[in-house]
């Protein structure tokens, strides 16, 4: 079905809703797709939500959209020590293992990779926001059959 579509100051986004009913015990499940000029206007599933930026999202929300889909927002860099990882590909090389060091699991998070913020994943956000906010059914549109399927 057709959702949408948001404006863009170079190009406009289009979205669509693709809604699977068969083998989804009580709740449908929802994929939202997109399309403007800078992917020839086709129709692609948004990738996943990036969780990382979540706080972001709210304060970019009063920018306009740039109509750039992979248009990056903030460019996440991993600080990388050169001397320390020099160490860590002698000690690998050597294959020494430290038993006072720390491993990843007490470090935190240290095996998370850092995603840049790009549009794309800022429009995913918002299209969520507005499917969240303001999705209505009319009362008697869904029935549950005797499979659990709506």
């Known amino acids: ?3 949408g579509r948001i404006s863009g100051a170079q190009s406009d986004y289009y979205i669509a809703l693709g809604i699977c009913y068969k083998d ?15 992917n020839g206007m086709k129709f692609e599933q948004f990738p996943a939500l990036n969780k990382q930026h979540e706080a972001k999202y709210e304060a970019l929300s009063r920018n306009v959209f740039k109509g750039e889909p992979y ?3 903030e ?20 294959k020494i293992v430290d038993p006072l060091a720390s491993t990843e699991e007490e470090e935190g998070e240290g ?22 906010d303001c999705h209505i059914v009319p ?12």
């Open 1 to 3: 079905m057709f959702w």
């Open 24 to 38: 989804r015990y009580e709740f449908p499940e929802k994929k939202f797709f997109w399309c403007s000029n800078a």
């Open 71 to 73: 248009f990056i927002h």
């Open 75 to 94: 460019q996440v860099e991993v600080e990388v020590n050169q001397e320390e990882l020099a160490k860590k590909e002698a000690a690998k090389a050597a």
């Open 111 to 132: 095996g998370i990779v850092g995603v840049n913020l790009k549009e794309i994943d800022r429009l995913h956000y918002h299209v969520r926001a507005i499917e969240t």
């Open 139 to 150: 009362m008697g549109a869904m029935k549950l059959n005797a499979s659990h399927e709506v």
